[in-house]
């Protein structure tokens, strides 16, 4: 087998040594498009940030000897990955995967599991590809496969977005945000927006290995007090002193993020199937304001009443125009 892997990040490294281990050909993919050459590959992995999915395509395009042979798997973050690959390659040749396993670079630049968990792999099509199942369970890892490949990736971004933008934008960790009461609640509203926009596009939420999705949008449907206090304790149980993927790319200085594909999108499909999203649609729109000019971070530092305030203003355009159609 020959495994052609796009991004050699944490999660692209992982997913190919894992692979390199038992015997499979790996290749990855250059920087640069000039650099590419064909291979007759039998899987692509797609391993970039989301906001790069567009150049990863333009690579396979050149790399991918026979498309109509390969299959291109995205364990990617966000939603709206896999619609690109499968207006590039396909539906019957996506597999939208998530992976669930924390990894991290060890100290010789090996990227390594830092907690267990699993790959789930749904197709986009009808084939099961059961020969791809079969291989990345021969790595060791714990392998699940679910019928609906949208409730995966929603599912996924359930998690992706619990105390990640709130604290890039005011710069705190996970274990700090839980005790800012106000914003921390900020934290509810936002997730009973994803829930309520899940139900909207005829999503349901499934359980990931490790992460009970389901039980997370059932706690927000209780009363705020209670939901507070039990998301409070998992998120600095799980998350505790742990930088969130946006906050490490405000820190890094990185002018592009994965907040479009995570609370923009939740905004953006609120949008479409009109349902009231201020708290992502802030998020967003705050989060990507401060990676292109980050001079504005400093508006928002520690300062939890100003997002809140950016909040309920967004509430009220929202109400407006909702009364003008």
Not at 121 to 145: C, I, M, Q, Y
Not at 161 to 166: C, L, Y
Not at 246 to 251: A, E, G, I, K, T
């Amino acid at each position: 087998m020959k495994v052609y892997v796009v991004g050699k990040g944490a999660v692209g490294s992982y997913l190919g040594d894992l692979l390199q281990g038992i015997g499979v050909d790996v290749t990855y993919a250059p920087r640069n498009l000039s650099d590419v050459t064909p291979c007759d590959a039998d899987v692509a992995i797609v391993a970039v940030k989301s906001y790069d999915t567009a150049s990863a395509v333009a690579t396979l395009r050149a790399a991918i000897a026979y498309p109509a042979k390969c299959v291109f798997v995205s364990p990617q973050n966000g939603v709206g990955n896999e619609e690109q690959l499968i207006a590039a390659f396909g539906a019957g040749n996506v597999v939208a995967a998530s992976l669930t396993v924390p990894v991290a670079r060890d100290r010789e630049g090996r990227a390594k599991a830092t907690k267990d968990g699993a790959l789930g792999l749904a197709p986009t099509g009808e084939t099961a590809f059961n020969w791809l199942v079969a291989t990345f369970a021969s790595t060791g890892l714990t392998v699940k496969v679910l019928d609906d490949w949208r409730s995966l990736k929603w599912s996924k971004l359930a998690l992706n977005v619990v105390a990640n933008a709130s604290c890039a934008i005011l710069n705190v960790l996970p274990n700090r945000l839980v005790h800012f009461e106000r914003v921390f609640a900020l934290e509810i509203r936002m997730l009973r927006e994803v829930r309520a926009v899940m139900r909207a596009i005829g999503v349901a939420p499934v359980d990931l290995p490790r992460y009970p999705v389901r039980g997370l949008l059932g706690v927000v449907t209780l009363p705020s007090g209670v939901a507070r206090a039990v998301l409070a304790s998992r998120i600095a149980g799980a998350r505790g002193t742990k930088p969130p993927s946006l906050l490490l790319d405000l820190r890094g200085g990185k002018p592009e993020t994965e907040v479009t594909v995570l609370n923009g999108a939740v905004a953006a499909a609120g949008l479409e199937y009109r349902v009231p999203t201020p708290v992502n649609a802030v998020y967003a729109r705050v989060l990507d304001a401060i990676a292109h000019m980050p001079q504005l971070w400093a508006k928002y530092r520690e300062r939890p009443e100003v997002l809140e305030a950016e909040v309920e203003a967004e509430v009220r355009r929202q109400r407006a125009l909702a009364r003008g159609t």
